[in-house]
């Protein structure tokens, strides 16, 4: 017999498998599906998992069990524990028989296949194939680790909603995996049974416009005074607009305090605001109460409204958090830059009401692919003549704001240094000097 082990740890991640279990994407052939629940918030603890959110029975007649990771690894963070190599035979050991899998063919679907706990799963079922689904936009964005290619070979697709249509994903396509859709009518009827299932909500205007609000400094990326002047432009913007009737559904960890920031703006600005604390999807909330408008920073949901329900939506402040990720790396430059490439800049009211997006799809897959070489050169060297055809063809502002010039120096790419000094990147010997003048500064704090 065949077990499939579905690993999510958001209501979001768990609906986008429902709908690929709806849609046939992996076939008839299990004769038992376990739903493996990961809760990753900080304080596991104080947060619920995505078993105790509204509307999660709607999902859990697609599995024969429901298993808590959480409880799998306690009292360790399942963010934080891995198993030791020589340990994942013993594990595996250890997990079939608690179980219940007996000598079953194990079929593994992960999200987020290169960080804890996906890749932890996949190294105790260390023969079991492996499909990697989307929980959101980074799938468009290179693989974030040089995987070890006894997890890469094994992934044999990537599942994926049809976010922005045109658009594939550059995740694992290092290893050949191929990309899947995820169809995206089966994914609306899991909505629709989701917001049928979700209880009662707190009355809430309809066709208001819905603030997404998010919670960067909890990452680092922004100070809290930045991130409440976030919220605060979302509610400015959106009176600029004329919306008179405002929803804010802020992160689930943000501080009470930004409640009562935004809530005094708007009523400074004449609108009145409601704040939605109930953990609830944003896209329940587009079938429940049907937003007029839909504005954010680089929320996965603001392409989920635009693209699978066709609500108008703006973006604030993507060109700051451009700027503010560290290192350049990070897993979030690809969405950010999605975001701010295809969506309008909610200052620009002109853009909002035409819906103008700053370049097309294939402009925007070309930079994707650029900018996911610069991110990754050593998981994506083929990408190198791609990144510098396109640099050499766009040197303006508009898209070397998505580069840093230090990082395109030290790739040698266009933008770098000046034409007439690309030798100098190129130059193996200086890039020897360099590497010491700098292990020799580390070891000599006091140097300059």
């Given at each position: 017999m065949t077990t499939q082990i579905f690993l999510a740890s958001t209501l979001y991640g768990a609906a986008t498998l429902a709908a690929a279990l709806d849609a046939g994407c992996f076939g008839p052939g299990a004769g038992r599906r376990i739903l493996l629940v990961s809760n990753?918030?900080?304080?596991?603890?104080t947060t619920p998992a995505l078993d105790e959110a509204p509307g999660f029975a709607a999902l859990r007649g697609r599995f024969d069990e429901v298993r808590s990771w959480n409880e799998a690894v306690a009292p360790f963070h399942p963010s934080g524990?891995?198993?030791r190599e020589e340990d994942t035979v013993l594990w595996e050991r250890h997990f079939r028989l608690a179980w219940g899998l007996g000598d079953?063919?194990?079929?593994l679907a992960v999200e987020s296949i290169q960080a804890q706990p996906a890749l932890g799963?996949?190294?105790i079922f260390h023969g079991a194939p492996l499909t990697v689904y989307a929980d959101g936009l980074m799938s468009y964005g290179p693989t974030r680790i040089k995987l070890d290619?006894?997890?890469g070979t094994r992934v044999t697709r990537v599942l994926h909603l049809d976010l922005v249509p045109g658009l594939r994903p550059l995740l694992l396509t290092e290893f050949g995996?191929?990309?899947?859709?995820?169809?995206?009518?089966?994914?609306?009827?899991?909505?629709?049974?989701l917001a049928g299932r979700a209880g009662e909500l707190p009355a809430l205007p309809q066709g208001p416009a819905l603030l997404l609000g998010q919670y960067l400094s909890a990452l680092d990326i922004l100070t809290p005074e930045e991130e409440e002047d976030l919220h605060l432009r979302l509610v400015r913007g959106a009176v600029a607009l004329g919306h008179?009737?405002?929803?804010f559904k802020p992160h689930p960890t943000a501080p009470a305090a930004w409640h009562r920031a935004v809530t005094d703006e708007a009523e400074r600005l004449g609108a009145e605001l409601t704040v939605l604390e109930a953990p609830v999807l944003a896209e329940v909330l587009f079938r429940r109460i049907r937003p007029a408008l839909v504005a954010g920073c680089f929320s996965t949901a603001l392409l989920t409204a635009s693209a699978l329900h066709g609500i108008p939506v703006a973006r604030t402040r993507t060109g700051l958090l451009l700027e503010r990720l560290r290192p350049y790396e990070n897993s979030n430059r690809i969405p950010v830059t999605v975001v701010d490439a295809l969506l309008p800049d909610?200052?620009?009211a002109e853009a909002v009401r035409e819906q103008r997006a700053s370049m097309t799809v294939g402009e925007l897959g070309e930079l994707v692919r650029a900018v996911g070489f610069a991110m990754q050169p050593r998981i994506h060297p083929a990408l190198r003549p791609e990144a510098e055809r396109f640099l050499r063809g766009h040197q303006d502002a508009r898209w070397l704001r998505y580069f840093k010039r230090r990082r395109l120096t030290g790739l040698a790419l266009p933008g770098g240094v000046p034409d007439r000094l690309t030798f100098l990147a190129r130059s193996r010997t200086l890039r020897r000097a360099v590497r010491r003048a700098r292990s020799l500064r580390a070891r000599r704090p006091g140097v300059r």
């Open positions: 990753n918030a900080a304080v596991p603890e524990w891995s198993p079953d063919d194990v079929e799963v996949a190294q290619p006894l997890v995996v191929p990309a899947e859709l995820v169809p995206t009518d089966a994914f609306g009827k899991v909505l629709d049974e008179r009737s405002l929803v909610l200052d620009d």
